[in-house]
């Protein structure tokens, strides 16, 4: 069973960074895509950015394309989102989630707008103020 715990989230002004952090334990992360969501207030949760844990292949929204950038640890089984010149809208719950099939295939799908996992983290709240 993997868990996931997503850490970082705080509050900032408009134009400020946050690193997120999500630690992967339970399961072979090394098999996993990974990716980042988020849902704001009175929206829905949307995709972020992903990365493929076995060689890095990265996807992102394009809403935040060019300000956020996801990575992984191998060392310490985490996945971070480093999150630049952050604006009002960017402000929701932030979730990491896992899609089992560690290929380009499972990379694609965290795209999409019916993606579906049993693996979610709590979340962790990032506000910014205009």
């Known amino acids: 069973q993997v868990e996931l715990a997503e850490s970082g989230g705080g509050m900032v002004q408009a134009g400020g960074s946050l690193k997120l952090s999500c630690a992967a334990s339970g399961g072979t992360v090394s098999r996993f895509a990974m990716g980042w969501f988020r849902q704001g207030p009175g929206k829905e949760r949307e995709f972020v950015a992903g990365?493929?844990?076995?060689?890095?292949?990265?996807r992102y929204s394009d809403a935040v394309k060019g300000r956020f950038t996801i990575s992984r640890d191998a060392a310490k089984n985490m996945v971070h989102l480093q999150m630049n010149d952050l604006k009002p809208e960017d402000t929701g719950v932030y979730s990491c989630?896992?899609?089992?099939?560690?290929?380009?295939?499972?990379?694609?799908?965290?795209?999409?707008?019916?993606?579906?996992?049993?693996?979610w983290g709590q979340g962790t709240q990032v506000a910014v103020s205009s």
């Open positions: 989630s896992v899609d089992p099939r560690g290929d380009r295939n499972g990379l694609n799908y965290l795209t999409m707008w019916d993606y579906h996992s049993d693996y």
């Open positions: 990365i493929l844990w076995s060689d890095g292949e990265t």
